[in-house]
């Protein structure tokens, strides 16, 4: 098997999948958990992968490893922090550079001859996230590639079968990522691995029959319906099985874009044989949000008010103790609750936003799954393209886009911008392009001359972002065409906007949304 160490890496869990798919045997272990059972059956392991992970390894109390792990007894594949840590403990030096690299880099190959890949796996686009950089190599060691500022970016030595990389393999946006680990489970390590199943109806069969399991026998369950492929997928996988006893409940938060709760209804009850209970909470969450700024609180507020509005919609039923949601990995991730080494970057609203004492039992049949995966699950249960195919829109909707205080006011004014933009996709075809687009009010104004006019009215950035699964993303290089006719639509047919902008920045060290 393949065992990985997790340093707390937000990656680990992409990592665990593309190892997963190679067909190879997996575990992955917290670095502050027990290693030992694992030292003691070490002929089983056949390749240790150290993860990435938040912290320095010069950080007091930084997570380390037993150095005896590096005595080539198996191959050795350390990312970013994982490299550095093999690094510190092998006697090299590791420090903090004049710059950080995060998101897109190229490598640069300084020792074709030494090299233990294909060159062909290190050419290409790569993607970083790091501070920290390996200066001074161990002993044993050769540096095989470098990035654009020189930095240290492969190193490798032979005689012990250890491979640092400063990039992230793991990652879609680093190219040929999936074929070097690939490589390195099947011709480094030696593993024949088997076949995996492309089906995932497959693959989500045991956590099903687990989660169902937990559903008392005969009573009703409460699904939180959001429109979105997530809580579709979730909604239609669970109604399969327990039929009308599954009560979807779609909220109008009054945090959705313009005319999406009416025609997101309509769909539903159009296309999918759900029973799909509307509820208007928009007056109870905007009151909720007033005056609030905080990104995070605007989070908290809004996962608790979602479980008091399930709460008091389940008291309905005659006996409901279930509350399915359509929770997937990179909720679980970025909610910081899928390692005790990693960090919150975000509270999503059905994990990290959750309240503390909650009445119901949650159902999540998709946490083990990425945004594509529940996507291909969806395809296979025959949902339409109609939900499948929809950008990403996340619970807590427009709260975190409209920055600054919300409004009614200011989310009208930005639902009117947003509106333009995805309509204007949808016109040039470029809807299906980008994986997610929206426009984000931002809390400044500026100055405009309109007609001869003084104007001092609000900015909005545009997103459009590539992405496959939403824990890293790049910037969409759109038809600038495309963009001015936005820009000018906006600003001519929106009152209160004087200036757009647009985010070009990738996925670290931006996130998709602002907030
Ligand atoms: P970030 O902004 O973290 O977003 O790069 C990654 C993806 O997750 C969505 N997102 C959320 N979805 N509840 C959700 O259902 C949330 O609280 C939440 N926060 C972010 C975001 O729209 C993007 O697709």
Redesign the pocket.
């Known amino acids: 098997m393949i065992l990985i160490i997790d340093f707390g890496s937000q990656y680990t869990e992409v990592l665990h999948r593309v190892v997963r798919e190679t067909g190879a045997a997996v575990s992955v272990v917290a670095a502050d958990s027990d290693l030992a059972p694992f030292l003691s059956k070490r002929q089983e392991i056949k390749g240790l992968i150290l993860s990435g992970g938040p912290q320095s390894v010069y950080a007091a109390n930084a997570p380390a490893v037993d150095p005896v792990w590096f005595d080539g007894s198996q191959p050795v594949l350390g990312i970013c922090y994982g490299m550095q840590l093999m690094a510190h403990l092998l006697g090299g030096k590791v420090t903090r550079g004049r710059n950080a690299e995060y998101g897109p880099a190229q490598l640069r190959i300084v020792n074709e001859k030494d090299c233990p890949l294909p060159a062909g796996l290190l050419a290409d686009q790569v993607w970083m996230s790091h501070g920290d950089h390996v200066e001074i190599l161990p002993d044993g060691f050769e540096m095989i590639a470098a990035s654009e500022d020189g930095l240290n970016a492969v190193m490798w030595d032979d005689s012990r079968r250890l491979l640092g990389l400063q990039y992230h393999p793991e990652v879609i946006h680093t190219v040929n990522g999936k074929r070097l680990i690939e490589y390195f489970v099947t011709q480094s390590c030696g593993i024949n691995a088997s076949q995996v199943s492309s089906k995932y109806l497959e693959k989500s069969a045991d956590l099903l029959k687990k989660q169902l399991a937990e559903i008392e026998t005969g009573s009703e369950v409460i699904c939180a319906l959001?429109g979105?492929v997530?809580s579709t997928v979730a909604a239609t996988l669970i109604s399969r099985e327990i039929g009308n006893r599954l009560h979807c409940i779609f909220v109008d938060t009054g945090l959705l874009r313009k005319d999406e709760f009416r025609g997101t209804l309509e769909l539903y009850r159009a296309k999918l044989n759900l029973n799909v209970h509307p509820v208007n909470a928009s007056e109870l969450f905007l009151e909720r949000l007033k005056g609030v700024t905080d990104p995070e609180q605007k989070?908290k507020i809004?996962g608790k008010t979602f479980i008091d509005v399930f709460e008091s919609e389940s008291k309905k039923l005659s006996h409901c103790r279930s509350l399915v949601q359509g929770t997937i990995a990179?909720?679980v991730i970025?909610s910081s609750h899928s390692s005790s080494q990693a960090q919150v970057?975000?509270?999503?609203?059905?994990v990290g936003?959750l309240p503390e004492k909650m009445n119901m039992k949650l159902i999540e049949p998709l946490r083990h799954l990425f945004?594509d995966e529940v996507r291909a699950l969806g395809r296979e249960l025959g949902i339409p393209e109609d939900f499948i195919g929809r950008h990403?829109?996340?619970?807590?909707g427009l709260a975190?886009r409209v920055l600054g205080e919300i409004t009614a006011d200011r989310l009208n004014l930005l639902r009117e911008v947003d509106r333009i933009l995805i309509e204007q996709l949808k016109t040039d075809n470029l809807y299906n392009a980008v994986w997610?687009a929206f426009a984000v009010l931002l809390p400044v104004k500026s100055v405009g001359v309109k007609g001869d006019g003084r104007s001092y009215d609000s900015v909005v950035a545009l997103r459009c972002v590539g992405?496959r699964d939403?824990?890293t993303?790049d910037w969409s290089k759109l038809p600038l065409d495309f963009l001015g006719t936005v820009s000018k639509r906006i600003t001519n047919e929106v009152s209160g906007i004087s200036r757009v902008v647009y985010d070009i920045t990738s996925?670290p060290p931006a996130?998709?949304?602002w907030e």
């Open positions: 959001s979105g997530d989070r809004i990179s909720d970025e970057i975000k509270s999503h609203h059905n936003g945004k990403p829109f996340p619970g807590p975190l997610q992405s939403g824990m993303a996925k996130t998709i949304e």
